[in-house]
Structures are given as structure tokens and as C-alpha cells.
């Protein structure tokens, strides 16, 4: 089975190609799992930060953000003396603060769900890469979007986090085309 040229052979990187990544999400703690995870990776690898996955869910109360968005200094001090995470403290403090700036948005347009979608009109934006060279690492989309959600004062949402947040959550399908999932994402 011929899968994109970026999953190795570890199982958890397969599982998460196969099962998770390109799949629409339509549900806001899974928006906000994302936006966490995908400006923790920043800088490096996602299968670092997958492996860390199940550490991030424990410790960030399952992605709760209306718990995150209440953190105080001393659960920035748990999180940044536990190694099942990555250490770093303005990736940290971002997502307390993103946590707040995401409920604003669901205030705003009734769900972050409904906000992101916007930008697409509810479609899934599919992509015809031959390779994984082909695959950019922002496009004006992202860049967009990254604009904007940085002047509702979201933090460490650059456009190329932003880009890879897109392609997790389903908004952008860049499955390759020699992929067997770039068939199936697009029925």
C-alpha cells in the first residue's frame, strides 16, 4: 500500500497517515488539539510530537480549553518540568493564551469550527501534489488565515504552522496523488 513519502515505518506516524491526518474535523477540542500540537511542533518534528501526544491530552486536561485558557503560573511550572511534553515556555504560554482567543472566536461565529471553515466555504480544498516536493510549506491561504487569527491576537500561529494545522484537520487535502488515501479523501 503506497502511502505520502513523509510516514516512516514507525506505527504510530502509519496509523496517524492512515486513520487521522486529511480527515475534515468539525469538532472545536479537536481544532484546539491541533492548533496545540501543531505550534508545538514548530521547529520540530511532528513525530516527536506525536510520540509526546498522549502526555499533551493528560497533561492539557484533554484539550479542555476552557480549563487551559484558567492555567496560572504554577501549571506553567508543572508543564515545564515534565518531559512528556515539549519544554518550551512561550510554546506553552501561546496555548494558554490561545486557549482564550479561540473562545472569542466561538463567541464571535458560534464555533471555531464554523470560523475556520469560513475561509474555504465549507470545502475541502483538494490538491493534485505528484510529490512530496510539490507540497508547499504555506500558501496564501495560510497566510490569511495566519493574519488573521494574529490580529484577534492568537500567538506562534505563523503561516507554515498554520499550513500544516489546514492539512490535519482535513481543510486541505495534500494526500499525494500516488497515495491510496488521496482517493479516498476525495470520495
Known sequence: MKRCDWVTEDPLYIKYHDEEWGVPVHDDRVHFEFLVLESAQAGLSWITVLKKRENYRLLYDNFDYEKVALYDENKIEELLSNKGII???RKI???INN???FMEVQREFGSFDNYIWSFVE???LINSWATLGD???STDLSDKISKDMKKRGFKFIGTTIIYSYLQAVGI???HTTDCFRYEECMS
Open 93 to 95: 504560554e501561546s496555548s
Open 135 to 137: 507540497v508547499p510549506a
Open 87 to 89: 519544554r518550551n515556555r
Open 172 to 174: 486541505i487535502n495534500d
Open 99 to 101: 486557549a482564550n482567543r
Open 122 to 124: 465549507n470545502k475541502v
